[in-house]
């Protein structure tokens, strides 16, 4: 209560004060049906009012402020790229099935339109990712995560990223992963069980992080272009990727 003590003290004397208006202007003028028209005309206006400062004006603020943190957002999310993510799919790619795959949708089409995002998001939620953990290199992929433990856990500590729940589920999915493998002495031999959920933990982080980069790229594409054209030639599931234009 005592938090909005002002509040209540600060609308009364506004309220006071404009009764004391209203009574100097009687006093003055000996009008009451000039105040009373005035008055009901002002009550009248009131629900307009109220219309275009909480619906109009505050959406306005609200989409500007809320523009303002996604563009935050997005370079949080570029750092964890750049520091991390990329590297990550590439190692990933090494436990799935569908390597091939993926790499002829991302890497041999080369098409990066409006079109090819939205049925590349679609042909996404129907692959078969089938992760082995025993497939790829776990050990590397170990030592990577623990070195970039720190540079994770103060991108959770980021309050702003509350407001991008795919990727904070995203970066709950990596660091998960990184705890299974920090608690494991060794990851060279396993009993088949874990390795079975190990599979499990990369499948989850490694089919958010692909969501997640297929929205950074667009993102880039249409606010920094000259940031795409390096994250392209970059492009994690090409095997030849280099930073030279060609």
């Known amino acids: 209560m005592k938090r909005f003590r002002w ?20 006093v003055i003028f000996r009008d009451s049906r000039h105040i009373l028209i005035y008055l009901i005309g002002d009550i009248a206006f009131l629900p307009i009012q109220v219309l275009l400062v909480t619906l109009i004006i505050d959406q306005l603020l609200s989409g500007r402020e809320k523009r303002a943190m996604l563009k935050k957002l997005n370079m949080v999310i570029g750092a964890f790229f750049s520091e991390v993510g990329t590297q990550l799919l590439k190692s990933f790619s090494e436990f799935a099935s569908l390597e091939d795959q993926i790499r002829k949708d991302f890497v041999e089409n080369n098409d990066w339109s409006n079109k090819a995002f939205s049925n590349m998001g679609k042909r996404l939620k129907n692959y078969d990712y089938r992760i082995e953990s025993q497939k790829g290199h776990l050990d590397d992929l170990k030592s990577f995560l623990l070195e970039k433990r720190s540079f994770l856990l103060g991108l959770l500590e980021n309050p702003n990223l509350l407001e991008h729940e795919s990727f904070t589920d995203l970066l709950w999915a990596v660091f998960h992963l990184t705890e299974e493998l920090a608690h494991r002495v060794s990851v060279s031999v396993l009993p088949d069980a874990d390795y079975q959920h190990l599979s499990g933990d990369i499948e989850r982080a490694y089919v958010s992080l692909i969501f997640e980069w297929l929205n950074y790229m667009k993102h880039l594409r249409d606010s920094y272009p000259y940031l795409f054209s390096l994250a392209a030639r970059m492009n994690p599931f090409d095997p030849n990727a280099s930073p030279e234009v060609k």
């Open 7 to 26: 509040q209540i003290l600060f609308g009364l004397s506004l309220v006071a004060l404009s009764a004391l208006l209203y009574l100097i202007h009687y």
